[in-house]
């Protein structure tokens, strides 16, 4: 095992440098949804293999149909040391609506405050300050001890937040180059903002959209309103009935796979004493609006869920103008828990939005691809040593947490590569990922650097 | 009575100069409901200032709080000849979605083909083409016999598309200067391409805008998905609810003041014959999807309707984003016919979304001033003489119509000034008022022409 001591300490005193760094790779505008911004996205990939490169891994841009892929490899296999495989993705989230930003989303600042203040930016938690964290750890163990700490592959992609429809068949392209003893992904956040946590069970999900048509054309509501079909009006009404009056879904078959918390579970996280008052008290909520009889914390980790993300139709503009809409659209999310079939779900939705057509009016429905919740193996003793490694760094203890959020490649990684994942991250339930105002705690990106340290080198002896 | 057969002739020799004057005004990008555009709102008005006084009337700006009207005084009283004021809008409708046009909205072509063919552009018809209809008649008038054939006011506005804010306290300002025996409105529909009808009915309206809010910012959906109530979910449920299976509207009081037609004019109704399947047809429709048990026509002329012209909320771009958003908008318009009061309406609409708000979200709802329905004495002779007057310019006999637009300006012609108003106007059902690819019949503008100075004619006697 390399001695931990002076890498703690070189990463304390690089912190300033490695901000830098972080900042430079915020200020790249790779909004992976959005075809403007790809020559951002191929920006941000080059960057990320010229920064492990300079690190000393083998790093290449590897170019899809979609957005790149970065690969990188570096370090020995020693003795029992396992081969590592570190997984982050470089796109970020869509920054609208850019009006409620209070600084430019793709200008990060540090703003100060307790324990170094924050650092402000799309994607400074999600992803790219959490991967960061990784790289740094690596810098710094090259620059004491001269290498890694073990054999490590890092794989970056840069579709995480458009459906990574790429990475399947870059996984299944590169199965034996990307195959290792254990992912490695910091995607995730603490439990609170003094216990870390490693998160054991996520959420798949199944994404769609719907569009409704009536006439061919746009009409003037003074002359049509009345015998007209109007999509927004039958939109809304299958929506509305895809809830019944206790907030469970109603799609047949929808809960199909879904079983209820293992007692022993269920007092785990009790004793997490998640408090519901504080968690949407943050954001100005005060009820769980979920299932009835569940939670919010059980509503997150362990039950589905059927969301509407957008909808649009008709004048949307200032103003106002009386017209009945050739067509609506909604995009419609579910999350998955337990066995939950992705693909029948997405049928079911497509059923439901058939079936509910009156005359004059279709239902277009697109089925994205979607991924099964996942579980992971916690007995294993690679959990085990980063569970006491990230408890030697922080103030509490670290728990083993479930996670509302999907991150397919887990379950991707599983299925292609038969890899376990283990998920440390160092967000706190305050960044805004997704939202705006996104920001990352100069002190979670601190201590992810050295707790990212102190797990690569708990795994080597 | 001024000799008519010349006039004719003129308007005749003159339409390729009309067309090229229309063609001039449609390139006015005149949208009065977006304030990117009220620079070209002015313009318009003072093309139009400038054709008046090209004609020969003292015409003039007026500006007001918010676009401008345009005022305009010719000719003179003689005998019994009335006094007549002729109101139109300069303003258009915006012309989103403009991909859905196949040439660019403000740059007007004509496009050959039978009787002349069309003319294309926004506001070709709505309200620019039929407006100009009357202005070209004065102008044959005055090139015949040197002079108008009465005393003439014309009334424009710039506002009719975003709800005329500024009518009403001009009317009431100006009222002397405006009130005359009967006002000219050009800006209703033909009942066929060979009938031209005078509108006696008009549906009112009243519009609002809806938002419900919930979280205090936009959430993911993985973090908070399940507990965090969902504003697009909210009101999809609130508008859903706003219709039962039937069609009706269920807000209390709704009906109050709707009255069943008449045996007489039901008659009438039933003799025009009117084709359902062809006019549905025409824009891709089957079904009269309103309330059940009422014709098409019925529907459209004599029973009030609720429809949603707008709805929006969370991520509507390219790709998908898991968003919970903060708030869903949504902007509503209702059609009234009868005593139905606009006032107590937006009171049981802001009522109904109050009280369908669950924990944690709450419904802004405003409501924009409207207007009730209207009905005009058909028994006047000066209808019948217009009656006439169009029955000698086109194959088929002019007919009584109702209508199921709300032309505000006649309700409050009638109750800031006394004055009734003769609907005579030469749109069809094809023009794509409101929606891309508007059209107004070179034929429509010709015969139009001639039907104003038919009538104008026909009042000197």
Redesign the interface.
Known sequence: MPELAPVLDHIDAQLPDALERLKALLRIESI????AYSEACVEAADWMVATLQDIGFEASRRDTAGHPMVVAHGGESAGDTPHLLFYGHYDV??V?PVS?WHSPPFDPQIEPGADGGVIRGRGAADDKGQLMTFVEACRAFVAVHGALPAKLTVFLEGEE???SPSLVPFLEQHRDELRADLALVCDTGMWDANTPAITTML?G?V?S?VTVE?????????????????P??V???A???L?DDQGRVTLPGFYDGVSELSDDMAAQWRGLDHD?DA??GG?????????AG?S?LE??WA?P?L???????????????????AR????I?C?LVGDQDPERIGEALSAHFRSAM???CTAQVTI?RGAKATVMPVDSPLFTRARDALTDEWPNPAVYAG????IPVVGHFQEVLGMDSLLAGFGL?DD??????EKYNVRCFHKGIRSWARILCSMTD
């Open positions: 992976s949804t959005d075809p989230q869509p609208d409620l937040e458009s459906g959420r999900m994404t959209e009536g006439a061919k054309i746009d009409l003037h509501s003074g002359m049509f309103g009345g015998p007209a079909a109007n927004i009006r939109l809304s009404r929506v509305a009935a809830h519901a968690f949407l954001v100005g909520l005060s009820h769980p609006a979920g299932e569940y919010a509503q997150i039950r869920t969301e509407i993300n957008g909808i649009w139709g008709g004048y949307t503009g200032e103003g106002f103008k009386t017209v009945l809409p609506a659209h909604a995009k999310s999350r009156p005359d004059d994205h996670c509302g959020g999907s339930d805004a990922i997704h939202s705006p105002n």
